[in-house]
């Protein structure tokens, strides 16, 4: 349901940001080095991009804050980048660099969905700042098979006023879109993005960057 115009204008006037967004990229078994390097870099071009500096200087603020996880299985999540306040192109093009030059946290790990989550709540929670929408980014290329389901973390942290969106990289498991509607997505607004590959990644991560950027309504 969309927010009230009420609300829109208690947002406003009581946060300086208008989006924080936790993106945790998947590093489990199943990624490989090419693939995560397909990963690692399409996200820093989507991020370095025109359309997604249009999306964010067209925000009430024009200010959104950035974190950048990597997970896997059980008690493998780790925070490669601590908040970053973007407010220009210029600050996209430092992330975007940042974010090549990532080494991987993780390999030969199982995909501990619902643990990637409860972590990424965690960090949501400490935002230096105040903003109009909070969202997680899960980004994973199966389905969850160790620890608890995501269904049962996800809700506990809808009810927080969080969106889980996901992008589902589809090439190697059937359903996995209808899996992460199920299963993973939730709150006000959310919604999955596809990758039918890896080498398709860095369009659908565009794409859903910057509908999430211009989903403040949603």
């Not at 974010?99 to 199982?110: E, L, N, P, S």
Request: charged share 25%; proline share 1%.
């Amino acid at each position: 349901m969309a927010q009230s115009a009420n609300d829109w204008r208690a947002a406003f006037k009581e946060n300086t940001v208008d989006l924080t967004l936790v993106i945790a990229l998947d590093v489990s078994y199943s990624v490989d080095a090419a693939e995560f390097r397909l990963m690692r870099d399409g996200l820093a071009s989507a991020l370095d991009s025109d359309a997604l500096e249009e999306a964010l200087r067209a925000g009430l603020h024009g200010v959104i804050l950035i974190s950048v996880v990597q997970w896997s299985g059980f008690q493998e999540q780790d925070t490669h980048v601590k908040w970053r306040r973007v407010s220009g192109r210029a600050d996209l093009a430092v992330l975007a660099d940042d974010i090549r030059a990532m080494k991987r946290r993780y390999t030969g790990g199982a995909t501990d969905i619902g643990g990637a989550l409860s972590f990424c709540h965690a960090v949501v929670k400490t935002a230096p700042e105040g903003s109009i929408r909070q969202v997680i980014d899960l980004v994973a290329d199966g389905k969850n098979n160790v620890n608890f389901g995501p269904q049962f973390i996800r809700d506990i942290i809808v009810p927080d006023k969080i969106t889980i969106n996901g992008l589902a990289i589809t090439n190697e498991v059937d359903g996995l879109v209808d899996y992460f509607k199920e299963n993973i997505i939730g709150g006000n607004g959310a919604f999955v993005e596809a990758a039918a590959q890896y080498a398709d990644f860095e369009r659908a991560m565009a794409r859903k960057l910057v509908r999430e950027t211009q989903n403040l309504m949603s």
